[in-house]
């Protein structure tokens, strides 16, 4: 699977952004995660997605209320849509997803998607100012 993330840029503190992830194949079988690496910190889990989770989604706690993930079938892309957005959510933003067995047996089920990520896209640029 081959995924191309697109829609980050600079947005002052307080807006919105989407990002896109757009896969060379059907996502049915895989969990979808977003993923952000901030300047010199560790990259971190945003959210996961998967139809087959009785939640589809889940969040980490510091996106939790201001960040959707979602998935349109049709066009075997991913989203990411990003409100209220604070100057400690910049950094480079990635998609990846990974097989349902596999993200479930390494990671928990309903418990994120860190581990089991088997494809990344390239990464998008996220600015927010101040």
């Known amino acids: 699977v081959q995924l191309q993330a697109s829609g980050g840029g600079l947005v002052q503190a307080g807006g919105s952004l989407r990002l896109s992830c757009a896969a060379s194949s059907s996502l049915v079988n895989y969990v979808i995660g977003w993923f952000r690496q901030a300047p010199g910190k560790e990259r971190e889990e945003l959210a996961c997605?998967?139809?087959?989770?009785?939640?589809?989604?889940f969040y980490t706690d510091s996106v939790k209320g201001r960040f959707t993930i979602s998935e349109d079938s049709a066009k075997n892309t991913a989203y990411l849509e990003m409100n209220n957005l604070k100057p400690d959510d910049t950094g480079v933003y990635y998609c990846a997803v990974g097989l349902f067995p596999r993200v479930v047996a390494l990671s928990g089920y309903g418990r994120g998607c860190w581990n089991g990520m088997e494809y990344w896209g390239q990464g998008t640029q996220v600015t927010v100012s101040s």
């Open positions: 997605f998967s139809e087959r989770f009785v939640d589809k989604e």
